[in-house]
């Protein structure tokens, strides 16, 4: 059963774009909801997250929108750049709980 | 920020043999550590928990005697994959909790480990 449910899993944006990822998930005890950049060959390296009190948390060029009732969040990277590119997964957790992973979205961004 | 490090980052070994990896976490002490392995092109899949001075919790699925996790300090834990075979070729990552930085939710994960059997 795939509790986190990410689309779209490949997605190419032309620098200076805004890139958009959704991520749905079924569990209602989540409560923590971070996003993972990863480079081929490295590993996760946590990029943003936000718990479900707040709908929007910006850092620098990244947004998490965050709709409770619909359970449904997304990550938007704004200005994107060819440095952009990896591979981005959202993610679920609650307390001490273990973190279930979105499939993944390859970004690729063009000059 | 709390940074958790990985060794070897690749190894190849013969069909038969076993290789452990090893998961420290350099600037604080990680009761919990986690390992993951990827697949090319597909998400991390949980294999276990490690709990620090006791078993480890696996995931459905997951051998516990062919992957072998001994957490013996706060700031270290070995993964060995016994017997391996070529079907065991992946990216195993390790990730660990940092609550005083991260809360308890935030994990942090090493930069993986490239295993490839022959």
């Known amino acids: 059963q795939q509790q986190v449910k990410q689309s779209p899993q490949s997605l190419i944006v032309q620098k200076g774009g805004i890139s958009i990822i959704n991520c749905a998930y079924e569990?209602?005890?989540?409560?923590?909801f971070p996003w993972y950049q990863q480079f081929p060959g490295k590993g996760p390296a946590l990029l943003i997250a936000i718990r479900p009190d707040v709908s929007e948390k910006k850092e620098g060029r990244f947004t998490i929108s965050f709709n409770k009732s619909a359970k449904q969040f997304s990550l938007h990277i704004m200005d994107s750049q060819p440095g952009d590119s990896a591979t981005y997964f959202c993610?679920?957790?609650?307390?001490?709980?273990?973190?279930?992973f979105g499939i993944g979205t390859k970004l690729q961004v063009i000059p | 920020g709390a940074v958790v490090s990985q060794h070897p980052s690749w190894v190849i070994c013969k069909s038969g043999t076993s290789v452990k990896i090893e998961c420290r976490s350099l600037?604080?002490?990680?009761?919990?550590m986690f390992w993951y392995r990827q697949f090319p092109k597909q998400s991390l899949m949980l294999m276990a928990t490690?709990?620090?001075?006791?078993?480890?919790?696996?995931e459905q699925g997951v051998e516990k005697d062919k992957f072998l996790i001994n957490h013996a300090s706060l700031t270290l834990s070995t993964l060995t994959v016994t017997s391996a075979h070529p079907e065991d070729s992946s990216f195993y990552i390790c990730?660990?909790?940092?609550?005083?930085?991260?809360?308890?939710?935030?994990?942090?994960f090493g930069p993986g480990t490239r295993l490839l059997v022959l």
């Open positions: 993610a679920a957790s609650s307390g001490y709980q273990k973190v279930t």
């Open positions: 600037d604080f002490q990680a009761t919990t």
């Open positions: 569990n209602t005890a989540f409560d923590y």
């Open positions: 490690s709990n620090e001075g006791s078993k480890a919790t696996y």
């Open positions: 990730s660990a909790r940092d609550p005083a930085t991260g809360g308890v939710e935030t994990q942090y």
